[in-house]
């Protein structure tokens, strides 16, 4: 059975950095393009970056690229999210999960298969 377990959540002050992990069973990352989305309170979920499976090309939204870096690790099946420079507009859940697509034009594809629980970011001072 397809699994993604994100964890690396917490509480930074704005402007530090969190590393989230999205770590894959069942499947190989490498052989799947996956996006990290993002539910704050009160919105609705958003994509906020995706690397594809076979070229590992990735997409970042407006809102953290430049901030926002995908590392992937194939040997230990998981996906990185190293976010830098943190606003309070990032605080959120934070999920992993399978997509149709990741491309650097056309952006995150449909989301399939099941959520995890997410991980939680917050950013206050």
């Known amino acids: 059975q397809r699994q993604l377990v994100e964890s690396g959540g917490g509480l930074v002050q704005p402007g530090g950095s969190l590393r989230l992990s999205c770590v894959a069973s069942?499947?190989?990352?490498?052989?799947?393009?996956i996006g990290w989305f993002r539910q704050a309170v009160g919105k609705e979920r958003e994509g906020v970056a995706c690397?594809?499976?076979?070229?590992?090309?990735?997409y970042f939204a407006d809102s953290v690229k430049g901030r926002f870096v995908i590392a992937r690790d194939n040997a230990k099946n998981t996906l990185y999210l190293q976010m830098n420079n943190l606003e309070p507009g990032d605080a959120a859940v934070y999920f992993c999960?399978?997509?149709?697509?990741?491309?650097?034009?056309?952006?995150?594809?449909?989301?399939?298969?099941?959520w995890g629980q997410g991980t939680r970011v917050s950013v206050s001072s």
């Open positions: 999960a399978t997509v149709s697509r990741c491309t650097s034009v056309a952006g995150i594809g449909r989301q399939f298969g099941s």
């Open positions: 069942g499947f190989r990352v490498e052989n799947y393009a």
């Open positions: 690397m594809s499976g076979f070229d590992a090309s990735t």
